[in-house]
């Protein structure tokens, strides 16, 4: 069974651009967490989505949005790339969080390294 | 707030010696479970090892166990006859209360580096 996917491996852009990243949670998973590992910084949670809809976000600007699709891959799009934006995005999947009942386990995909120059 | 602290930025330890990694936290639910999860150079965070609160029983996953001790609301990894291929960052890691809404809370995670 294939695990969390996520592409690019790598991206290079430059400030101000907009860099959109992509996320195929496991089967039967619906929800997707992102989170930013950026270096020093340990993990930080960006936004939860479930069910198609986003559940929470993090204490993020607004340039850092996403959507779930309806076979519940979601994308990652970072609008006016600063600098600080330079980091690994790791996606995660689970069972739904909605309905609860299970130990909150999350399955990692290996991430998307941006650079920002 | 739930919080999860690490306290050993890095730890280095000979091939096949015993090492202990540190994680506490803090939250108000009364069932839940704890996490290890480790990162190696590839990037991809693997979970090592998971733990029910309400078990007393310690969990054991080959080399790895912890020593859970639920009141003083302490959680550490030990991992027995250490080999190269542990070498990763460990984060120890509590879902969030309220449903899920942050998924998990990490601690900032521990460098281990097994020497040769």
């Known amino acids: 069974e294939a695990g969390v996917t996520q592409s690019p491996t790598h991206l290079i852009k430059t400030r101000g651009q907009q860099a959109t990243l992509r996320c195929s949670p496991i089967?039967?998973?619906?929800?997707v967490y992102w989170y930013q590992q950026a270096l020093g910084l340990g993990l930080q949670f960006l936004l939860w989505?479930?069910?198609?809809?986003?559940?929470n976000r993090g204490n993020f600007p607004p340039r850092f949005s996403g959507r779930q699709f309806p076979n519940y891959s979601s994308e990652l799009n970072v609008n006016a790339l600063e600098l600080e934006d330079s980091a690994l995005y790791l996606c995660?999947?689970?069972?739904?969080?909605?309905?609860?009942?299970?130990?909150?386990?999350?399955?990692f995909g290996e991430g998307s390294r941006l650079t920002v120059l | 707030a739930q919080t999860v602290t690490q306290s050993q930025p890095e730890m280095s330890v000979q091939e096949a010696e015993t090492v202990t990694l540190s994680c506490t936290y803090d939250?108000?639910?009364?069932?839940?479970?704890l996490f290890w999860y480790k990162q190696p150079p590839s990037r991809q965070m693997i979970l090592v090892i998971r733990?029910?609160?309400?078990?007393?029983q310690n969990a054991t996953e080959n080399r790895f166990s912890v020593n859970f001790q639920k009141a003083a609301k302490s959680f550490s990894l030990k991992i027995s006859d250490s080999q190269l291929g542990d070498t990763a960052m460990y984060f120890c890691?509590?879902?969030?209360?309220?449903?899920?809404?942050?998924?998990?809370?990490f601690g900032k995670g521990t460098h281990l580096i097994i020497q040769p």
């Open positions: 089967s039967g998973h619906t929800s």
């Open positions: 890691a509590l879902p969030s209360s309220g449903g899920g809404a942050d998924g998990l809370t």
């Open positions: 989505y479930d069910e198609g809809e986003e559940r």
């Open positions: 733990q029910e609160a309400y078990k007393q």
């Open positions: 939250t108000s639910e009364n069932n839940y479970y």
């Open positions: 995660a999947s689970s069972f739904s969080r909605l309905a609860g009942g299970h130990a909150g386990e999350l399955f």
